[in-house]
């Protein structure tokens, strides 16, 4: 048996192996959250993007990571710090995000000698190459085989089952954490596309500045995240004042705890300028759109999808600006990740719509 066929034979061997042993996954990595999409399983993890880390002596070690990470948010001693490795939607801590990634990958399946999973995972439609870059290598730093990468806006579309491959036009606007994704799309191609670097964690920190300004109270980052879903909304109507929530801070008048009853109408003030700058995003989307798309988009509507679609009256707010009609896609949460999920599964198919940043 010569040489060559030996080695050709192990390749052969390996290489099925690889593909045996390997979990391929499709990967959400949200500012907020990250959701991991398994051929075959479906969504199998949906955790905060949150990394616990201790730094003792100059020397950095993980602590904890996702949902156990969260809950240490603004509750840490000095040593430990709760990070959150991706802002806006792009990698700002590369070697914590590479950590968490690693995590994820590790608790999804205990990874054998062997195990190297392919992944596909989604960027921003706005993100530079360097970002793309960053996100790929700390992929690849986490043990993947192979990685491709897919415009989050693409991927909402294909999991809110949008006909992109069609010659039809399609409006999908995904609200994630600290961006939101305008794209117009047809024919497996994105027409135009916008990032807005608006998203649920802005929506927090204009409701903590708006109650701090407004009720001289210091309130938390998961404080303000707790209002925003069981009583936030993106426009008053005559009953917000009857929808009413207690919350507990710090004074700034005396710097001692106490708690105040705010209504929907004061979260609905808080969230005014966010709210506008996402229906003036989708606006501007519509006016850079071929008239023939917009044709079809009056007739379809626009989709809404990512957590901060769940903002209650968003979709009424849109259609009141833009006088087109907007519906929240079903499972709003999972779209992208879904969305992921099927480009993943074919990835022949898909191969038009997958990026590779080299």
């Known amino acids: ?28 990595l949200g500012t ?81 000698i062997f195990t190297a999973p392919r992944i596909v995972i989604c960027v921003p439609y706005g993100a530079t190459a360097v970002e793309r870059r960053a996100i790929q290598e700390s992929a690849e730093g986490a043990g993947a085989r192979e990685v491709y990468l897919i415009e989050e806006p693409m991927a909402a579309a294909i999991g809110a089952g949008l006909p992109i491959s069609e010659p ?9 954490g600290g961006t939101t994704e305008v794209a117009v799309v047809s024919l497996g191609g994105i027409v135009y596309a916008s990032s807005i670097r608006v998203g649920g964690d802005k929506m927090d920190d204009e409701i903590a500045s708006y109650i701090r300004k407004n009720f001289n109270l210091l309130i938390g980052e998961a404080t303000a995240e ?40 004061h979260v609905a003030e808080a969230l ?8 003036s995003g989708v606006k501007e989307a519509l006016e850079n759109t071929p008239p023939e798309l917009v044709s079809d988009i009056i007739d379809n509507g626009i989709t809404l999808t990512g957590g901060g679609a769940m903002l209650h009256n968003l979709d009424t707010v849109v259609a009141h600006v833009t006088g087109v009609i907007a519906k929240v896609a079903d499972n709003p949460l999972n779209c992208v990740v879904l969305g992921t999920g099927k480009a993943l599964a074919e990835t022949k198919k898909s191969g038009s719509i997958l990026l590779k940043t080299y």
Do not use: W
């Open 168 to 176: 039809i036009g399609s409006i999908v606007v995904d609200i994630g």
């Open 32 to 112: 907020a959250n990250t959701l991991v999409y398994v051929n075959g399983k479906g969504v199998v993890l949906n955790e905060p993007s949150v990394v616990a880390v201790s730094n003792i002596n100059n020397r950095i070690e993980v602590l904890a990571v996702g949902n156990e990470a969260k809950q240490m948010l603004g509750k840490t001693p000095g040593h430990i710090r709760a990070i959150r490795p991706l802002r806006d939607g792009v990698i700002a801590d590369f070697e914590i995000a590479e950590e968490m990634i690693k995590y994820f990958i590790k608790k999804i399946h205990n990874r054998g």
């Open 1 to 28: 048996m010569s040489q060559g066929y030996c080695f050709e034979l192990c390749t052969f061997v390996l290489n099925r192996l690889f593909g045996f042993l390997s979990t391929d996954m499709a990967i959400d």
């Open 226 to 265: 707790r209002i925003k879903k069981e009583i936030g909304s993106a426009i008053c109507m005559q009953s917000s004042k009857d929808v009413k929530m207690v919350i507990k801070g710090r004074s700034l008048l005396d710097g001692n705890p106490r708690d105040i009853e705010i209504t929907q109408k």
């Open 272 to 279: 005014m300028d966010p709210v506008s700058t996402i229906a």
